[in-house]
């Protein structure tokens, strides 16, 4: 499996930015396409977007259309979520995931890493 960790969260007043960083290790990342999730409390953890193994395609949640841009270093073993435009309901603890290639909002292991807190105030 590829061991993942997020980092980059914080608190952030709304109409703030954040950039999330996700490094992974273990097997070979530029295989996989990868994606960020979001759980927040009370709530199913929800897709928030993704990006193909060469970064040429990517996908995002309705809610994220516009506001999120997800990207990816290869050579860094990184994938990437710049958010703009923060809003009080992006508060939510962000996951990255190897998807799916079929579907990219389906993740495709079980194991998630410990994530990365965001908070968003109004």
């Known amino acids: 499996q590829v061991q993942l960790v997020e980092s980059g969260g914080g608190l952030v007043q709304a109409g703030g930015s954040l950039r999330l960083s996700c490094v992974a290790s273990?097997?070979?990342?530029?295989?996989?396409?990868m994606g960020w999730f979001r759980q927040a409390p009370g709530k199913e953890r929800e897709f928030v977007a993704a990006i193909s193994w060469s970064g040429g395609d990517t996908v995002y949640a309705d809610s994220t259309k516009g506001r999120f841009a997800i990207s990816r270093d290869n050579a860094k073993n990184t994938v990437y979520l710049q958010m703009n435009s923060l809003k009080p309901e992006d508060t939510a603890v962000y996951y990255c995931?190897?998807?799916?290639?079929?579907?990219?909002?389906?993740?495709?292991?079980?194991?998630w890493g410990q994530g990365t807190q965001v908070t968003v105030s109004s």
């Open positions: 273990g097997r070979t990342f530029t295989r996989y396409p």
């Open positions: 995931a190897v998807v799916d290639n079929t579907n990219y909002a389906v993740p495709l292991f079980a194991s």
